[in-house]
T-cell receptor, first 113, second 113 residues
Framework: AQSVSQHNHHVILSEAASLELGCNYS??????LFWYVQYPGQHLQLLLK??????LVKGIKGFEAEFIKSKFSFNLRKPSVQWSDTAEYFC???????????FGQGTTLQVKP | GAGVSQSPSNKVTEKGKDVELRCDPI?????LYWYRQSLGQGLEFLIY????????KSGLPSDRFSAERTGGSVSTLTIQRTQQEDSAVYLC???????????FGSGTRLTVV
């Protein structure tokens, strides 16, 4: 069955540190990949998505993610985090076979000012 | 409407009672999804409606859970004989056909006491 794994459950960083959150998916066919963010008290918002083409995807607020097919990975990165990036981050995968998004367990990012 | 609307935003109910949660998707979005978000559990898929097709109910955790979508728009998720383990945030999302980036509502926080 298709699954998505996020290896970091809770990450604590200082402002200006670099961020990389891991995401791996299990499905071997064609998938579309997403990162969502949930700021405290707010609803889920789409950060970025990968469908095809350039495997390096740029999203909002300086985030980017790289699709590495050979590693079944779609890690999220940001060169320099800000306190306002404190949130929960979810990786998700969509395949036409299932017709729905499957989410990872989420990673809580805490950025210390 | 401008976004996905869910009501109520909070619901406290006694164990054994039935509850109904409502989702009003974005106008024109043919797909509607229900997910459950529990603390530390990520997002769990519950059910998916696409146009006039039979819904994908594969994520419903028990026969106490059911959902319907009337007129291809508003959806109601019903939980019968609620249990304490049903306590969670229930999220609804919608999308246009062929667009796999969902728009989420703010959710209904259900507490079973």
């Amino acid at each position: 069955a298709q699954s998505v794994s996020q290896h970091n459950h809770h990450v604590i960083l200082s402002e200006a540190a670099s961020l990389e959150l891991g995401c791996n998916y299990s499905y071997g066919g064609t998938v579309n990949l997403f990162w969502y963010v949930q700021y405290p008290g707010q609803h889920l918002q789409l950060l970025l998505k990968y469908f095809s083409g350039d495997p390096l995807v740029k999203g909002i607020k300086g985030f980017e993610a790289e699709f590495i097919k050979s590693k079944f990975s779609f890690n999220l990165r940001k060169p320099s985090v800000q306190w306002s990036d404190t949130a929960e981050y979810f990786c998700a995968a969509y395949s036409g076979n299932t017709g729905k998004l499957i989410f990872g367990q989420g990673t809580t990012l805490q950025v210390k000012p | 409407g401008a976004g996905v609307s869910q009501s109520p935003s909070n619901k406290v109910t006694e164990k054994g009672k039935d509850v109904e949660l409502r989702c009003d998707p974005i106008s024109g979005h043919t797909a509607l999804y229900w997910y459950r978000q529990s603390l530390g559990q990520g997002l769990e898929f519950l059910i998916y409606f696409q146009g006039n097709s039979a819904p994908d109910k594969s994520g419903l955790p028990s026969d106490r859970f059911s959902a319907e979508r009337t007129g291809g728009s508003v959806s109601t998720l019903t939980i019968q004989r609620t249990q304490q383990e049903d306590s969670a945030v229930y999220l609804c999302a919608s999308s246009r056909q062929g667009d796999y980036g969902y728009t989420f509502g703010s959710g209904t926080r259900l507490t079973v006491v």
